[in-house]
């Protein structure tokens, strides 16, 4: 089971932390959280680092996050905003199965299933989990 990151919330937060400049937007992608371990929609995945942050050693990943003015939108990260396992969890949405999650991506080609493959085998035994897989 997946729970989406809700990217509105993750961009208010990121918005409440570092406000943008006049007439610039955020954009980010939120993907899913599956323990300690985010995954995408193309079940391309990463492990979160333990980390010191607000005082406590904890999980954490970063996001990184494209400006948008206009029409136009920066295509590397402008920056990287760091964000505990803890405050994700807070913003994420109800658990899906992985193949909700995925959509249209789920299955879509051989270097997809090779993610997936990958990424159930690693999640299921290899990972150092926090808490269990549904």
Known sequence: MVAPIS???????????????????????????????I?????????????????????????????RKDNSMSLAPSFYFPISLEALQAISLPEISLKEFMGSRYDYNSRVRGNMKEFLEDVGSQIPLETEIA
Not at 8 to 34: F, M, N, Q
Not at 39 to 63: H, L, N, P, R
């Open 7 to 37: 990217e509105e919330k993750l961009i208010a937060l990121i918005t409440e932390a570092v406000p943008p400049k006049e007439g610039v937007t955020y954009r980010t992608s939120a993907d899913g959280l599956v323990a300690n371990v």
């Open 39 to 67: 995954v995408d929609s193309e079940c391309c995945y990463g492990i979160m680092s333990k980390v010191f942050i607000d005082g406590k050693v904890q999980y954490a990943t970063q996001f990184g996050v494209c400006e």
